[in-house]
């Protein structure tokens, strides 16, 4: 069970809250209690909790809502986004280059870096071809062997020598792989003190010249990942970390969320002693499946989406409508969201369907590209949008000027659609009947 009863607790404060007939501030505050006794149980800094809660209920209650959105569902989302962003927010894997892409493993004695050095190494062999390990733990000779011994069937090489030095055996070993495309590198973390360690984690650095410097971290330790981050922040420049044993510790929430406040993003997560218990981390899919809720991202997405649509309906009915709505315009058509929906609900217009909902896949993305390729000013003010602006926008989106007009015309289709009289009156009747 990962992070011990957070999830259950977290899932429990939720559907209690479903349960309810309506949602007041008296239920708000009592879901954000259970929510705090659960973050605290976890380990998460009791200031990092009263803030996250603090703004939760501000929000809840204080936000206009977009009509197809329920007070229920907005906290839920509220908890959700503060969450994620406890956990250190959604972010994509660090580069791997391809070749000769050098990962150095640090971190204290027993926290997980030769079991995760190995899975790691599995991990990238199946995605980047070549992977090749260094083991350079000279204080506990026999982690070599630990680490032949996880990866003995996944024909990845091990590189260690007797009576040499932690740096001759980088040395060496970077000789050795350097035709590999990802070589990680084991480094000792048994120490007389902490000076001791990180002095010599300064001399790996320098020898390895690495592309990555990760930081594995035990979960067990709780919100002391924070003061153990900063202190190998300070020494080399992390890229980011992997928290181990979140199997087993209910102290992970801790862990996690220190780590995120350390500013040092999480990339894995160990959740087993064996080679392929290991995770990418995503703070996202992490409490979803922490809380149970398979379809809580789905609920997230539905609810950011119609918050979007309702933003967009407002703009449309003022009558400012810029390049960006028109691409949130053309995004929401993709989707068949609510915001068509909703535009197919207005009395007596028929939107020019032929033109705009034939746009096909192939030129969304086109178009895409080619507003990425417009200055901001030219997106709030696509008017002076002429001449050369058009060809260098279509340079810069790979596409051609006649793509860019196409684009321009569909665009000053719809916005002389909306300006026209009726429209905006009609959308402000649909925004009241909503009660926007
Ligand atoms: N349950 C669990 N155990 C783990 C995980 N990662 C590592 N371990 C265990 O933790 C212990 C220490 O792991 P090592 O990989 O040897 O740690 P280390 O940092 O290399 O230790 P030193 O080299 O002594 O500094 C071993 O018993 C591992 O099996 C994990 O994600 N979950
Ligand atoms: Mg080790």
Known sequence: MILGSLGSRLNRAINKLLGKPTVDERAINEFLLEIQRALLEADVNV????????????????????????RKDYVIKLLYDELVNLLGGKKPLFKIRGKSTKILLVGVEGSGKTTTAAKLAKYFKKRFGRVALISSDVIRPASHIQLADMVREEEIPVFWKENATAAEIIGEGLERFKNYNVILIDTAGRHKDEQGLMNELREYFEITKPDHVLLVLDATIGQAALKQAKAFKEMVPLGGAIITKLDGSAKGGGALSAVAEAGVPVYFAGVGEKIDDLERFDAGKFLSRLMGMGDLEGLIDRIDHAIEESELLE??????????????????????????????????????????????????????????????????????????????????????????????????????????????????????????
Request: net charge positive.
């Open 47 to 70: 200031k990092l909790v009263l803030k996250i809660s603090r703004r939760i209920k501000e929000r809840a209650l204080k936000e206009k809502l977009p009509p197809t959105v329920s």
């Open 315 to 436: 703009k449309m009915s003022s009558g400012k409508f810029d390049m960006d709505d028109f691409r949130q315009y053309v995004k929401g058509l993709e989707r068949m969201g609510p915001l068509d929906h909703l535009i197919s609900m207005l009395p007596g217009i028929k939107i020019p369907s032929d033109r705009i909902l034939a746009v096909g896949e192939e030129s969304l993305r086109k178009w895409d590209a080619i507003i990425n390729s417009m200055t901001p000013e030219e997106r709030r003010d696509p008017s002076l949008i002429r001449g050369a602006r058009i060809a260098r926008i279509a340079r810069g989106a790979g596409a051609t000027q006649g793509d860019v007009r196409n684009l321009l015309r569909a665009y000053n289709q719809m916005r002389a659609f909306l300006s026209g009289k009726r429209v905006p009156r009609l959308l402000r009747g649909l925004m009241k009947r909503y009660g926007m």
